[in-house]
C-alpha cells in the first residue's frame, strides 16, 4: 500500500546512494506539482511558500524559478530566498513579531510587504521601514484543523479597523487582511467566515477613504499522505475559497495570496531511518515489542508529538505477518518515543539495521531538529 | 527575589559584555560546587555526569579537571568528552539503544562500560565489543519525579537476572545494574525500592556464581531553583540513598556511580532574552498581555512543555507593579507558547528591548535549541 508513495526518483536515489541514515530525501518534482497544484486552483492568487515548513535552499531555488513568492519569518529566511535569486519584492515579512532592526534590516534590503497584529507592532514598523506596506493579521476560529492555531497570533476585526486607519496616519500603506484557518485544515468551509471578516473590513475601511488592496488567506492546505481516510483534492479548496471570496467581495476581488507550507512540500519527503534496535522484553514489563529507530522526536520527527499526526512507514518486509509495536527514537529522552498510544502494526521480521522510510514528512522535519540533542546530528536533506 | 538567583559572575559579563541575545550564560563555579556537593553527599560514588544535560566544552573540561566521569548517550557524545581531555575509562556508554557501527567504535577508542537491557543490545555489545563490562537497567516506577520516566528503557529485575547470566556466557563482564528513578525527582525515598530490586539480583546471579560489582544509582537529582517551594538539599539524598544501600547491601557495597544532569548544571545557567513584542489587543480577543521574547520552544525552552517546570524570570522592573500575562516565544509557530496556563505576572512596566532572564536554565537547553526553525540561529552558550 505505502509503495506507490515513495516516487521512483526518491526510491533510485535510496538504491543507488545508500544515504546515511537517519536523512530527508525531498523529491522536487512533487514541490513543484504541488506549486503549480495551488496555482491552477487559484490562477488569480500569488503563491507565497511559507519556507519555515522546510528551508532547503534548493527549494526555494526551484520554487524561484517557477516564479513563487515566500513567507518568511525571520531575517535568516530572508537571507535564504534572496541566496535563492528571489528578488525582495516576492518576500513577505510575515512574523507578526519582529525586532525592529531585523525590520529595518529588511526594509534597507528593499523587502516591502509587513504583517502585524497591534499597534506596537506597526509603530516599529512605521519607524523602521517608512512608507511599507502592511497587513493586519486577525484571529478566527480553526475548527477542523489538526494543528489549531492558538491566540498567539491576529487580533479582532474591529481592532484590526483601528490599527489599519492609524497605519495610514503613521506613513505606512494600510494594505490588507489575512488570517490563518489552521495547519493541515481539512475543511475548506473554514475560510469562509475569515474571508467574510477581511470583506467587512474593506467596507468599513473604504468609508473612511482607506482602499485594502489584498486579501491574504494563509495557509492550512494539508498533505495529502499521512491522514487516514484522505485529505479532499488541492482543487476543491480553489473551488470552495473562489466562492467564498465572489460572495462577500463581488465582482470587485482584491488581490489575493496563499502562503501554503506544509501544503507544499509535506509530501514531498520521506524520512530514510535504519532499525537500531528490536527488544522483545518480557510481558511483566511489556506487552509490545519496542522497535528503535535511528530518528526520533529530535532529529526530525517532532510532529510525532501528540500522536496527532500518524505517518505511513514503509519497511522491507511489508506484506508479511505484522503485529503489535510501540515505535521510538535514540535518544535518551524518555520523551523520544513516536507512537505509543496509536496503534502501529509492523511485520514480525522487521530487524535490526533494516531501513525503514516514513512516508510524507517534507514538512517541519529538518528545520525543527535539534542542533545535537544526545550528540546526535541534525538531520540531513537531499533534494533529488 | 530572583535577584540573588544570578551570580555575581553571570550579572558582570551580561553588563559588561552584553551579549546578543538570546543566549545561554553558565557560571561554571555553580557547576563545580553541585559536582562537589553530589561528590560529598556520596562520596563512595562515583559520578558520571550525564552530558546531554549540557554538552558545552567548558563544562566537560571543568569536570575533568575536578575527576569526574561521563554517562554518554552517543559517539557524538564521547567524542566531545575525549576532546575535554578525560580518558575512556572514565566514560560509561550508557544509552541502552546503540547502533553495533557505534559500539564498536567506542570499543576501538577503549570505552570498557555499556548499557543494555535486552538481549538483541547485549548480542550487539558481545560482537562489537568483547569482554566489556555491561550493566543492565531495570524498569522502575518514578514517582515523585517532575518528569517521570516512560517503559522506553529498562527490562524486570527477573529478565536482567537471565540476561547477566546469558552476558557472561556470551563473554562480557557482566557489572552490574542500573535503574532512573525520574527526572527532577524530589523524593530521595524513590532510590529505596529499586535499590533493594538491584540486591536481589545481585544475591540471585551469585547464586549462578556470578559476581556483579555496580550499582548505577542514575539521575533524577533536582535543580533547586525553579520549583516553587523548594527541593530537599542534595546532602539529603546521600543520606537516604547510603540508608537504603546499607539496609539491602549490609556491609558489602558495591562500586557505585551517579549519573547527575539537571542536577549538575540546572541551577548554573542563566537565559538571557529580550522582549520584541508587548502586545495588548482587545478584551474582545485577549484577556491578558502578551509578551514576546527572542528565545522561545524552539531556541532553549523546550523544557516550558506541559509548563510543568516554570522558570523564575528577572526583568528590569521587578518589584513594581504586576499584572498577569502570557509568554510566548518569537516563531510563528503556534505552538511556540511559553505559559499560557500557569499564572505569570510580570511588571507592568515591562517594555520592547528589555531583557529578561529566565533562572536555572542550565539542563536540556542549548543542545535541544533546534539547528534553525523558523530561521532563527541555535543558542549561543556563553560560560563564565
Redesign the interface.
Known amino acids: 500500500m505505502t509503495e506507490t508513495l515513495i516516487t521512483d526518483k526518491i526510491d533510485r536515489f535510496l538504491t543507488e546512494v545508500r544515504p546515511e541514515t537517519p536523512c530527508l530525501v525531498m523529491d522536487l518534482d512533487l514541490v513543484e506539482r504541488a506549486y503549480r497544484g495551488l496555482a491552477e486552483t487559484l490562477p488569480t492568487a500569488r503563491v507565497f511558500y511559507?519556507?519555515?515548513a522546510n528551508?532547503a535552499p534548493e527549494i526555494l531555488e526551484r520554487l524561484t524559478r517557477l516564479g513563487g513568492c515566500f513567507d518568511?519569518?525571520?531575517?535568516?529566511?530572508?537571507?535564504?530566498v534572496l541566496a535563492a535569486g528571489a528578488g525582495p519584492e516576492r518576500i513577505s515579512f510575515?512574523?507578526?513579531?519582529?525586532?525592529?532592526r531585523d525590520i529595518a534590516w529588511a526594509h534597507a534590503a528593499g523587502v516591502r510587504l509587513y504583517a502585524f497584529?497591534?499597534?506596537?507592532?506597526l509603530e516599529?514598523i512605521a519607524r523602521a521601514a517608512p512608507g511599507a506596506q502592511v497587513f493586519c493579521r486577525i484571529?478566527v476560529k480553526g475548527e477542523g484543523a489538526k494543528?489549531?492555531?492558538?491566540?498567539?497570533?491576529?487580533?479582532?476585526p474591529?481592532?484590526g479597523v483601528e490599527l489599519l486607519t492609524r497605519a495610514r496616519e503613521l506613513g505606512l500603506e494600510p494594505y490588507g487582511v489575512s488570517f490563518h484557518v489552521g495547519s493541515q485544515q481539512t475543511d475548506a468551509a473554514q475560510w469562509d467566515l475569515p474571508i467574510e471578516r477581511s470583506a467587512g473590513m474593506f467596507k468599513a475601511l473604504a468609508e473612511k477613504g482607506i482602499q485594502l488592496k489584498l486579501v491574504n488567506l494563509g495557509g492550512g492546505f494539508p498533505g495529502h499522505h499521512y491522514q487516514a481516510g484522505g485529505v479532499p483534492p488541492v482543487a476543491a479548496y480553489g473551488i470552495t475559497i473562489m466562492d467564498s471570496m465572489t460572495r462577500h467581495f463581488g465582482n470587485d476581488l482584491p488581490e489575493m495570496i496563499l502562503e501554503p507550507g506544509r501544503g507544499m512540500v509535506a509530501d514531498a519527503g520521506v524520512l530514510h531511518t535504519?532499525v537500531?534496535?528490536?527488544?522483545?522484553?518480557?510481558t511483566?514489563?511489556?506487552r509490545r515489542r519496542?522497535i528503535?529507530l535511528?530518528a526520533g522526536k529530535?532529529n526530525g520527527l517532532i510532529e510525532t508529538l501528540g500522536e496527532v499526526i500518524q505517518y505511513k512507514i514503509r519497511t522491507p518486509h511489508d506484506g508479511k505477518e505484522a503485529g503489535p509495536v510501540?515505535l521510538?527514537g535514540?535518544?535518551?529522552?524518555?520523551?523520544?518515543?513516536l507512537y505509543?498510544k496509536a496503534d502501529y502494526r509492523l511485520p514480525l521480521d522487521l530487524a535490526?539495521?533494516d531501513t525503514v522510510q516514513f512516508i510524507a514528512v517534507g514538512a517541519y522535519c529538518?528545520?525543527?531538529?535539534?542542533?545535537?540533542?544526545?550528540?546526535?546530528?541534525?538531520?540531513k536533506t537531499y533534494c533529488v
Chains 1, 2 share one sequence.
Do not use: Q
Open positions: 511559507a519556507v519555515k528551508p518568511t519569518a525571520s531575517r535568516g529566511e530572508i537571507e535564504l510575515g512574523n507578526t513579531i519582529k525586532k525592529e497584529d497591534c499597534i506596537a507592532e516599529k484571529l494543528w489549531p492555531l492558538s491566540k498567539k497570533f491576529g487580533c479582532s474591529e481592532l535504519e537500531v534496535l528490536v527488544s522483545n522484553r518480557d511483566r514489563t511489556h519496542w528503535y535511528d529530535f510501540v521510538a535514540p535518544t535518551c529522552d524518555s520523551l523520544d518515543i505509543e535490526i539495521g529538518s528545520s525543527y531538529a535539534s542542533v545535537g540533542f544526545n550528540g546526535f546530528a541534525p538531520l
